[in-house]
């Protein structure tokens, strides 16, 4: 059955028996979740894993994303979730985050995976998918990850947080779910070549500028040193980092005057014009907030004064009416009173 299955994939058997490939692993590997089955069902080793990488067939199914083989190796042995690789000790759920897809990492949670298991370099799920490329799924992982309780800030041996890998990626929108999350910037990591750095650091190191713009905005520091005493500006090459970083400095010192002296403009005079404009473009934005605080309260007021006219109003027109009622009540008590008298003093003719 063995060879019959390596022949089906067009692979040598001296091959496979170097690499330790078994018709399990083969079919978990290719998706064949009825063949998955079937072995199992004829004692195949679900644990088993394969030399290079140490990966067992619960490995290779969720770094595929393959759902259904997932499904029926965890109802096989539930225990699999846990199994760690031979080489890293990533587990099931790690391997899923790095490269499966959301559909493999919401089955394993549901069957019980911890969303903060660790390798042997005490990374977490949540790296994992921090450390990919800016795409969409890796996206929609962290959100499930970070929904089942996944530790935003956990890190690693060297001290490395998924917001300091999202800032190297470059992702601004993994970036910004982060920080939304609870992030912080000021996280220091003990990586050797960047002792000290915060996320900052890595955008600009990496050179992606609108990720350093998002981290400055949510309060992280301009100036930050590395033990090396590095800032981000010292370490970047890109020059749209560089202008940045020295305009949040610019804007720094002439919002608060105990900062020492901001560093000298460029010759073209290109820092003072970005921060005159961004200058400008607070004061605008402050006077078009106020202009419209003021109207919407002048609105409200004139809405509050129109509900008590009407409210004085209602108020005099029930009191209208209800002297008229009074009014309507005495005369005809005055109409009944007086025919009363008249039948009982008949008018007597005169004399």
Same mark, same amino acid.
Request: proline content about 5%; aromatic content about 2%.
């Given at each position: 059955?063995?060879?019959?299955v390596?022949?089906?994939? *067009?692979? $040598?058997l001296?091959? +496979?028996?170097?690499? *330790?490939a078994?018709?399990?692993? @083969?079919?978990?590997?290719?998706?064949?979740?009825?063949?998955? #089955?079937?072995?199992? #069902?004829?004692?195949?080793?679900?644990?088993?894993?394969?030399?290079?990488?140490?990966?067992?067939?619960v490995?290779?199914?969720?770094?595929? !994303?393959?759902v259904?083989v997932?499904?029926?190796? @965890?109802?096989?042995?539930?225990?699999?979730?846990?199994?760690?690789?031979?080489?890293?000790?990533?587990?099931?759920?790690f391997?899923?985050?790095? =490269?499966g897809?959301? #559909?493999?990492?919401?089955?394993?949670? %549901?069957?019980?995976?911890?969303?903060?298991?660790?390798?042997?370099?005490?990374?977490?799920p949540?790296?994992?998918?921090? $450390? *990919?490329?800016?795409?969409?799924?890796?996206?929609?992982?962290?959100?499930?990850?970070?929904?089942? !309780?996944?530790?935003v800030?956990?890190k690693?041996?060297?001290?490395?947080?998924?917001?300091?890998?999202?800032? #190297?990626?470059?992702s601004?929108?993994?970036?910004?779910?982060?920080?939304?999350?609870?992030? $912080?910037?000021?996280?220091r !990591?003990?990586?050797?070549? @960047?002792?000290?750095?915060?996320a900052?650091?890595?955008?600009?190191?990496?050179?992606?500028?609108?990720?350093?713009?998002?981290?400055?905005?949510?309060?992280?520091?301009?100036?930050?040193?590395t033990?090396?005493? =590095?800032?981000?500006?010292?370490?970047?090459?890109?020059?749209?980092?560089?202008?940045?970083?020295?305009?949040?400095?610019? +804007?720094?010192? %002439?919002?608060? =005057?105990?900062?020492?002296?901001?560093?000298?403009?460029?010759?073209?005079? +290109?820092?003072?014009?970005?921060?005159?404009?961004?200058?400008?473009?607070?004061?605008?934005?402050?006077?078009?907030?106020?202009?419209a $605080?003021?109207?919407?309260?002048?609105?409200?007021?004139?809405?509050?004064?129109?509900?008590?006219?009407?409210?004085?109003?209602?108020?005099?027109?029930?009191?209208?009416?209800?002297?008229?009622?009074?009014?309507?009540?005495?005369?005809?008590?005055?109409?009944s009173?007086?025919?009363?008298?008249?039948?009982?003093?008949?008018?007597?003719?005169?004399?």
């Open positions: 059955m063995q060879a019959l390596f022949r089906c994939y *067009g692979l $040598s001296p091959l +496979l028996a170097q690499s *330790g078994t018709p399990l692993l @083969l079919a978990a590997q290719h998706g064949h979740a009825s063949c998955c #089955s079937a072995l199992l #069902s004829c004692g195949a080793g679900a644990r088993l894993e394969s030399s290079p990488g140490g990966s067992s067939a490995h290779l199914a969720a770094a595929k !994303g393959h259904e997932l499904r029926v190796l @965890l109802i096989h042995d539930a225990a699999l979730m846990h199994l760690p690789k031979g080489c890293d000790g990533a587990g099931p759920l391997v899923a985050a790095q =490269e897809g959301a #559909s493999a990492v919401r089955l394993l949670l %549901r069957r019980g995976a911890d969303p903060d298991a660790r390798t042997h370099l005490d990374a977490t949540l790296h994992a998918c921090c $450390s *990919g490329s800016d795409d969409p799924q890796h996206l929609e992982i962290a959100r499930v990850l970070l929904a089942a !309780g996944a530790q800030d956990s690693r041996l060297d001290g490395v947080t998924p917001l300091m890998l999202t800032a #190297s990626t470059g601004l929108a993994l970036a910004r779910l982060l920080l939304e999350c609870g992030a $912080s910037v000021h996280a !990591g003990k990586e050797r070549k @960047l002792k000290g750095a915060c900052s650091h890595y955008a600009a190191l990496c050179g992606h500028a609108p990720v350093l713009r998002l981290l400055l905005q949510r309060g992280a520091d301009s100036e930050a040193l033990l090396a005493k =590095e800032r981000p500006v010292d370490i970047t090459t890109d020059a749209e980092c560089r202008d940045t970083l020295k305009a949040h400095y610019y +804007l720094r010192c %002439r919002s608060d =005057e105990s900062l020492v002296s901001p560093p000298a403009p460029t010759s073209d005079g +290109l820092l003072r014009a970005i921060a005159d404009r961004r200058v400008a473009a607070v004061r605008e934005e402050t006077e078009r907030r106020r202009c $605080s003021e109207r919407v309260a002048l609105a409200e007021e004139a809405e509050k004064q129109a509900k008590e006219r009407a409210q004085t109003a209602r108020k005099f027109a029930q009191q209208k009416a209800e002297r008229a009622e009074l009014v309507r009540e005495a005369a005809l008590k005055f109409k009173a007086a025919a009363k008298w008249l039948v009982q003093k008949p008018i007597l003719p005169p004399v």
